[in-house]
């Protein structure tokens, strides 16, 4: 993911999600594409990021808010790794659930902590979208990045999802002035992840290289 791999600018690094989605208009139904990180003949996703933890959680909630159908590929939250050279090096066993494996990351007590974090994080926000309308079949608007910052918006009439990516390596701080149309009668917002209830009549302020995905609250 660009993103993640290269700088910001007009025409790269998270630009390149933004010019994407802007195309959608060639598309029947956007909602019906499948989008992914990664597969068996790609390089692992963990591995692209250069085996970032807040990269890959940020990637992983970016699969699982955006438009479209998400498609996970497994071992991604067990921090599975190599580049497709050959595509084999991408294609290993699960560790775990066979005789004679040295780990069983099917179990919390055969991850690592970094592992454990990853997968719960995927987890809380796989269950939260199996529930959400705005999630799974709601619209998206999205708004013009700046400073590697990008805000896109899900939404229905029962529900608004708020998504921030910032994709620098420092906090970044900004006016929530800018967002009226999709904030407009909301007060609030309710984190996803750490269920932390937050103001957005100001400013908010968002840590180095995260994905906050929040609920909006009246």
């Not at 970016?62 to 190599?82: A, D, F, H, M, S």
């Not at 069983?104 to 979208?129: C, I, P, Q, S, Y």
């Not at 904030?183 to 992840?193: E, P, Q, T, V, Y």
């Not at 269920?195 to 929040?214: C, G, K, R, V």
């Amino acid at each position: 993911m660009p993103s993640l791999t290269e700088p910001f600018g007009w025409t790269n690094g998270v630009n390149k999600l933004y010019s994407t989605a802007a195309k959608d208009f060639l598309y029947k139904d956007p909602n019906r594409n499948v989008i992914f990180l990664d597969n068996h003949d790609l390089s692992r996703f963990y591995s692209i990021v250069g085996e970032s933890i807040p990269k890959l959680k940020m990637g992983l909630s970016w699969l699982l808010t955006y438009r479209g159908i998400p498609q996970l590929y497994y071992g991604t939250e067990v921090l599975l790794k190599n580049f497709a050279d050959p595509d084999g090096k991408v294609r290993q066993d699960f560790p775990g659930g066979w005789k004679g494996d040295s780990s069983n990351k099917f179990m919390k007590t055969g991850r690592t902590a970094a592992e454990n974090e990853v997968f719960d994080h995927l987890r809380t926000l796989a269950k939260f979208r199996k529930t959400s309308s705005a999630l799974r079949e709601g619209k998206m608007m999205q708004y013009v990045p700046e400073d590697g910052v990008y805000l896109y918006f899900r939404y229905d009439d029962k529900q608004t999802i708020m998504c921030i990516m910032n994709t620098n390596d420092t906090a970044k701080t900004f006016a929530t002035s800018r967002f009226e149309e999709r904030l407009k009668g909301f007060n609030s917002a309710r984190d996803i992840i750490n269920q932390q209830i937050f103001s957005i009549s100001d400013n908010i302020t968002i840590p180095a290289y995260t994905l906050l995905t929040a609920e909006l609250v009246r």
